[in-house]
C-alpha cells in the first residue's frame, strides 16, 4: 500500500511529542512494520485544525485533492487532532477519502476508521478533540482577557519588540544575521522600527519604507516567519499604537499597558501627520487622473504570476507595473509604458483574419475541444443533479447557507457553459464579423472602449518585461484565434530576432 503522511504543528506546540521530525518518526516505524511504501508526506506548520476554513489550511486541502486523484492508497496521521479538532471537518473529509477509496490511519489511536465500528469511534474521537479544542479556546479567550485587565501584552509581539524578564514588552535590541549583497551583517529590530518611523515622518511612502527596511536586511516578526516588508506590513506598524504603550481592549479601543512607548509621542504624530497628508494628496491625484486602462483587470505578470496594475507617471502617463512589486516584493517585473504594450496587441489584431473556408476549419476546432468531455446532454444531467443534491444538503442542514450559495453558483456557471456545438456554430458568422473588424477599432479607440475591446476577445493577458508573452483568449473565440496563432508566431520571430524576446505559448 502507497502511504502517505500528513503532519501539522500550530505555533504554540512546537514541542516533543507534537513536533513534525516525531510526527515523521513515527509514521515511518508504522510504514516499516507494515510493510508499507511511504509515497508523500504533506507538513503543515503553524496552522491550527479547529477552523472550518480548509483554505486556511492549504497543505491539507492539496493533500485531499491528492487523495481523491488517488495518488496514495492509505493516509496516516500521529494523532486523530492533527487531521482535525473540528468534528464537522473530521466526518466531512473522512467521508470523501472512504468514497475515494483511500483508507485512513491514526497511529496514537490505533484504529481502522473504515469499519462499522471503526466509524462510531471516529465520531466519538472527533467530538472529544472538538471539545478539547472549544474548551482550550474558552480558557485562553479567559486568560487573555485577565492578561489585558492588568495590561500585560496578548499573542505574538510586534516588529521590533520581544519579552523582557518580568515578560513585559522591551525593545528588541538582539543582534541578528542579515544577508545584504552577500555579506553578512548584524541588525537590530528596534533599530529597524525606529528608522521606519524616521522616514515615514520625512514623507516617506509605505511602499518607500518597506523597500529601505528590505535593503537593509529587515525581516517581518510573527507567526508567518520572517518575510520582506511590504506596504501592507509597513501600513499595520505604523498605526499600531502599541509603540505608544497602549493595548486594544477587544472592543476596537487602546487601553494602557505595563510596557513602556518604543517610540516618542511626538514623532508618533508626525508620521500619522504626514500619512494623512499623503493619502489625501494621492486621493486627490488619483481623482483628476482616473482613467480606465486598455488592459486594466486582465494582464498578469509572467515572472511572479501576480496582478498588473495601472499607474501614472510623474507626467500623468498611465503605466504597467507588477502589483506584487508594488508592495515590495521581488519581482523583477519592471513599470513600462502602456503604449508599448497596447502597440503589440494593434499588431497582433492586424494580423488577425478570418479565412474564406472559416466555417469548416472552426466547426472542426469546435468539435475536437468538445471531444475531451462528454456528450452535453449527459454533462447537463450531471450538474443538474449536482444541484439538487445539494439543495437537499442544505434542507436537511447538512450543509450551511454560505456553502449551498457558494456550490450552486458554481454549478450554474458549468451549467451556462454548456452550449452545444450547434448553437455555437449558428453564432460563428456574427463573430467573425465582429473580428474582422476588431483591428481598425481598437487603432481608433479610447482608453476605456480599448478595454471593453480588450475583456470581450481576451480573459488573460501575460507581460514579461516590455513583452506581451501570451494571451488566453474567451472560450467561443478560441478556435479564430488558434487558427491565426501560427502566423502570428512566424511574423513576430522575423520582427524580432532577439532569441529572449520571442513570444510564448499561453500558459
Known amino acids: 500500500m502507497r502511504a502517505a503522511l500528513y503532519a ?3 505555533t504554540e506546540e512546537q514541542v516533543e511529542g507534537y513536533s513534525i521530525d516525531a510526527q515523521r518518526r513515527a509514521f515511518q516505524t508504522l510504514v516499516e512494520g507494515r510493510g508499507w511504501i511511504a509515497c508523500k508526506e504533506y507538513v503543515e506548520e503553524g ?32 494523532k486523530l487532532d492533527r487531521f482535525s479538532r473540528n468534528l464537522r471537518t473530521t466526518l466531512e473529509y473522512f467521508d470523501k477519502l472512504l468514497k475515494a477509496g483511500v483508507s485512513f490511519m491514526s497511529i496514537n489511536e490505533q484504529m481502522d476508521f473504515t469499519t462499522p465500528s471503526g466509524k462510531v469511534h471516529l465520531a466519538l474521537l472527533g467530538a472529544f478533540a472538538q471539545y478539547y479544542s472549544d474548551n482550550l479556546s474558552q480558557e485562553t479567550k479567559k486568560g487573555w482577557a485577565e492578561r489585558k485587565a492588568q495590561g500585560l501584552y496578548c499573542g505574538l509581539l510586534p516588529f521590533g519588540a520581544m519579552k523582557g524578564e518580568d515578560g513585559i514588552p522591551v525593545p528588541d535590541t538582539q543582534d541578528r544575521k542579515a544577508n545584504i549583497d552577500g555579506q553578512e551583517v548584524s541588525v537590530r ?31 517581518t516578526a510573527g507567526n508567518q516567519g520572517n518575510r520582506p516588508f511590504s506596504k501592507d506590513t509597513v501600513r499595520g506598524m505604523l498605526t499600531n499604537k502599541f509603540y505608544l504603550g497602549y493595548l486594544p481592549d477587544g472592543d476596537g479601543g487602546w487601553g494602557k499597558g505595563k510596557h513602556e512607548s518604543f517610540i516618542d509621542e511626538q514623532l508618533w504624530n508626525q508620521v500619522q501627520e504626514m500619512r494623512q497628508r499623503n493619502a489625501t494628496s494621492t486621493r486627490s491625484r488619483c481623482r483628476s487622473e482616473r482613467k480606465v486602462g486598455s488592459l486594466t483587470g486582465i494582464t498578469h505578470c509572467w515572472y511572479c504570476k501576480g496582478r498588473i496594475h495601472v499607474s501614472s507617471s510623474k507626467k500623468g502617463k498611465p503605466r504597467l507595473g507588477c502589483y506584487n512589486r508594488a508592495k515590495g516584493w521581488d519581482c523583477p517585473q519592471k513599470s513600462a509604458s502602456i503604449d508599448i504594450y497596447e502597440e503589440q496587441i494593434k499588431e497582433y489584431l492586424k494580423i488577425f483574419h478570418i479565412p474564406e473556408d472559416y466555417q469548416d476549419k472552426i466547426l472542426e476546432a469546435h468539435q475536437k475541444l468538445q471531444a475531451t468531455y462528454d456528450s452535453t446532454d449527459k454533462d447537463q444531467a450531471r450538474w443538474e443533479a449536482q444541484l439538487e443534491r445539494i439543495k437537499n444538503l442544505y434542507r436537511w442542514g447538512d450543509i450551511s447557507e454560505e456553502d449551498y450559495r457558494r456550490e450552486r453558483e458554481a ?40 478595454n471593453k475591446l480588450a475583456h470581450t476577445l481576451f480573459r488573460e493577458v501575460w507581460l514579461k518585461d516590455k513583452q506581451v508573452v501570451a494571451v488566453k483568449p474567451q472560450p467561443e473565440l478560441e478556435p479564430f484565434f488558434r487558427l491565426n496563432y501560427k502566423e502570428f508566431v512566424n511574423r513576430s520571430l522575423k520582427m524580432r530576432p532577439r532569441g529572449d524576446s520571442n513570444p510564448r505559448s499561453p500558459p
Open 8 to 10: 501539522r504543528v500550530s
Open 47 to 78: 496552522r491550527s485544525a479547529r477552523t472550518e476554513d480548509i483554505g486556511k489550511r492549504p497543505v491539507f486541502k492539496q493533500m485531499v485533492a491528492d487523495a481523491l486523484a488517488k495518488q496514495f492508497d492509505v493516509l496516516v496521521v500521529h
Open 189 to 219: 529590530n528596534y533599530e529597524g522600527l525606529k528608522t521606519a518611523f524616521e522616514l515615514a515622518a520625512q514623507g516617506k511612502s509605505d511602499r518607500e519604507v518597506a523597500v529601505a527596511l528590505n535593503t537593509a536586511g529587515y525581516r
Open 411 to 450: 454549478i450554474q456557471r458549468e451549467l451556462k457553459a454548456l452550449a452545444p456545438i450547434e448553437s455555437q456554430a449558428r453564432n460563428l458568422d456574427r463573430l467573425a464579423e465582429f473580428l474582422a473588424s476588431v483591428a481598425g477599432a481598437w487603432e481608433v479607440a479610447t482608453g476605456e472602449q480599448r
